[in-house]
C-alpha cells in the first residue's frame, strides 16, 4: 500500500502515513479519503469545551448582574431628619398666655404684695415648666428616614438607638388634632413586625402629612427593590 499523497509504502493497516502523516483510514482500496477540509476559524465550533466555557461565561454574567443588585440596595441614603417641633406645644402655650392673664387680673383685682409676689412666682413656674418640657422632648427624640431603615434615637444622658428595617413595616398613619391642623403638625403611628417596636409614635412631627406620605413612598419602593433583587438571585 502506497500514500497517496507522498507515494511511500505503508502498511495496509496503517491510519496515517508515517512518512508525510496524511490520514490514510477509510479507503479498503488502500487510497485515503484525501486531505481533510481545513477549518474556518469564523465559523462556530460546537466542541463541549466551547459549550462549557459558554456556560461558564453566562453564570458570571448572572452573579455580575446579582452583585450589582446587591450594591445598589446596600447604598444608603438619607431622605428626611427631625424631632420634636415646638409648633406640637401651641396648645400649651396657648394654656399658659391665658394663666397668665388670669394672673394678672387677679393681681389688679387684689393689689396686695404678696398677691402679687404669689402671681409672679406662679407665671414664671408655668413658663419655666412649659420650656422644661419642649427642650426635653426635642433633647429625647430624634429620627432619621434612610431608604433602607426608619432610625429613632431616644434618652438624654443615656441614648437608645433603633433601627427598624423599611420592608418590616405594614401600616403608616397619622393623627392631629383641631389645633395641631393650624400649625401642621402631628403625630405618625407605624405598626410593623419589629420585635422591639411593633408599634412606633413619633410625637410632635412638622409638616406630618408629608412625612407620613414619604415613609409610606419609601417603604413602598423599598418592598419592590427587595423583590427585584430576590428575582435577580
Not at 469564523?42 to 461558564?56: G, I, K, L, M, Y
Not at 389688679?108 to 409676689?117: A, E, G, S, T
Not at 406630618?208 to 438571585?233: Q, S
Amino acid at each position: 500500500m502506497q500514500c497517496y499523497q507522498c507515494g511511500e509504502e505503508v502498511p495496509r493497516n496503517a491510519v496515517f502515513c508515517h512518512h508525510c502523516g496524511t490520514r490514510l483510514d477509510g479507503n479498503p482500496s488502500g487510497e485515503a479519503n484525501g486531505p481533510e477540509t481545513p477549518v474556518d476559524p469564523h465559523e462556530p465550533d460546537d466542541s463541549p469545551q466551547d459549550a462549557s466555557s459558554s456556560a461558564a461565561e453566562s453564570f458570571r454574567n448572572s452573579v455580575a448582574q446579582r452583585n450589582r443588585a446587591g450594591r445598589e440596595l446596600e447604598q444608603e441614603e438619607t431622605l428626611w431628619e427631625g424631632g420634636y417641633a415646638s409648633k406640637a406645644m401651641l396648645s400649651r402655650w396657648i394654656f399658659s398666655a391665658l394663666a397668665t392673664v388670669g394672673a394678672l387680673i387677679v393681681a389688679i383685682m387684689w393689689p396686695h404684695q404678696y398677691v402679687w409676689i404669689g402671681c409672679g412666682v406662679f407665671v414664671l413656674a408655668l413658663w419655666g415648666f412649659q420650656a422644661f418640657i419642649l427642650v426635653s422632648r426635642q433633647m429625647n427624640v430624634h429620627y432619621r428616614l434612610t431608604n433602607q431603615r426608619f432610625i429613632h434615637q431616644t434618652g438624654i444622658l443615656r441614648r437608645v438607638t433603633d433601627r427598624v428595617d423599611l420592608i418590616d413595616i405594614d401600616d403608616i398613619t397619622f393623627e392631629q388634632g383641631i389645633i395641631d391642623r393650624l400649625v401642621g403638625v402631628g403625630s405618625i403611628r407605624i405598626s410593623s413586625s419589629d420585635r422591639t417596636h411593633p408599634e412606633l409614635v413619633l410625637a410632635g412631627i412638622e409638616d406630618v402629612a408629608r412625612v407620613a406620605g414619604l415613609i409610606d413612598e419609601t417603604f413602598r419602593a423599598e418592598r419592590r427593590r427587595r423583590g427585584l433583587f430576590v428575582e435577580h438571585v
